[in-house]
């Protein structure tokens, strides 16, 4: 007889071609069942039929799994207290879900496999809960942070730091969610750009992108003495505790700033081992932390910053070496016995991370920003990637 994660698997190929309508469906009954529930969603729903689909698809995929389905679970439990849901919240998700795999389910349902999904859903649900209520004896759902400097770098990219007005835990290379009153309810996450300090302030790296309501804010609308929402710090591309390897942090545009951290950290510590710092942009007037990073490089022995400009031929005076990240690497080589750090756009994390692989760096050595940034769970948020570029 088939595993229930076998059936659950097995089914969910049913819903998947009709995924956009079943995820709209969802909502709708949802809302029409719950009417207050609304209140806990961003004004636009676009995009949240695809964070809800892609939580999905994780929980599906990791249903044999236990150790990776538990750590996202938990994750999930914790940062949905941020955004209002409460225990009672998740039988009605449950029972919307559970109608909608009905409906689109067709002729190949059956009671043994709306069992399967009942049981594991239940089974999800108790795992946030017991998350939420874990993470609520030592942390608030949230943090108001008062903005105590905005440095507008370029027209569209602005250096913003903020006090939170409790203490708030994070390790170098994580992320924490932003939101602000102009937008309530719409949420996005920021790397943290620095390690953590003894006044507790936080900086983040923030572009403005194309109809971005939080990156535009944070960068157009927002000045100091102004206040912030804070969710929890999350994201686990942090220095390896165990590892005295040399580093390679492989930086594309604002995806400097988790990696300016993991730097930052490295110093603090007074280790002493060798770390190259590869920042590619497109053109040098992108460059904009680079005095930052030349006056640590000044301090640390054995620190090497090396801007990559892509997209314009060098300049008299300019410095730094030109082309793609994967030829630079390539052209730079040696990197076999470092741990890399990788954190940018898309596409040139995967161009970076293919380079390292066929420079024999071996995949355990290799961590990237997660396109894991769906804290929302069942769908409660949109978030762009934590480097917001």
Not at 53 to 66: Q, T, Y
Not at 137 to 153: F, G, K, L, S
Request: glycine share 8%; proline share 8%.
């Amino acid at each position: 007889m088939p595993s229930d994660a076998t059936i659950i698997k097995e089914s969910f190929a049913l819903i998947e071609p009709d995924a956009e309508k079943a995820t709209a469906y969802f909502h709708g009954r949802l809302f029409a069942e719950h009417p207050r529930l609304r209140a806990l969603f961003p004004p636009a729903m676009d995009g949240q039929r695809d964070r809800l689909l892609e939580a999905l698809v994780r929980i599906v995929w990791n249903l044999d799994r236990p150790e990776a389905l538990g750590g996202y679970l938990h994750r999930l439990g914790r940062d949905h207290r941020r955004l209002g849901l409460r225990p009672e919240h998740y039988a009605a998700v449950g029972t919307a879900l559970i109608a909608t795999l009905r409906r689109f389910g067709g002729s190949g349902w059956t009671p043994r496999i709306e069992a399967a999904w009942t049981s594991a859903y239940s089974a999800a649900a108790a795992a946030m809960i017991d998350a939420a209520e874990a993470d609520a004896a030592h942390a608030p759902p949230w943090w108001a942070a008062e903005v105590v400097a905005h440095d507008r770098r370029r027209h569209d990219l602005a250096v913003v730091t903020v006090r939170p007005d409790q203490p708030l835990t994070f390790t170098a290379g994580q992320y924490v969610t932003v939101q602000t009153a102009r937008w309530p309810r719409v949420w996005r996450p920021y790397s943290v750009a620095n390690a953590p300090r003894p006044d507790g302030t936080l900086t983040l790296h923030v572009r403005a992108v194309p109809a971005g309501w939080v990156s535009g804010t944070l960068v157009r609308y927002t000045a100091v003495g102004d206040t912030l929402t804070l969710g929890p710090a999350q994201g686990a591309m942090t220095l390896d505790p165990a590892s005295d390897r040399a580093l390679l942090l492989i930086a594309g545009g604002t995806g400097l700033a988790p990696l300016k951290a993991l730097l930052e950290q490295a110093v603090a510590e007074d280790d002493e081992r060798p770390v190259h710092l590869v920042w590619s942009v497109r053109t040098a007037h992108d460059l904009y932390d680079l005095p930052g990073l030349r006056a640590i490089e000044a301090r640390r022995p054995g620190l090497r910053v090396t801007p990559v400009i892509s997209d314009e031929p060098a300049g008299e005076g300019e410095e730094g070496e030109r082309g793609g990240v994967s030829e630079v690497l390539e052209r730079l080589g040696g990197w076999e016995g470092h741990d890399a750090y990788v954190c940018g756009p898309t596409p040139m994390v995967a161009e970076a991370v293919g380079a390292l692989h066929d420079l024999g760096v071996p995949p355990e050595r290799v961590r990237c920003d997660e396109a894991d940034v769906d804290a929302s769970g069942l769908g409660l948020t949109t978030p762009e990637r934590a480097i917001a570029s």
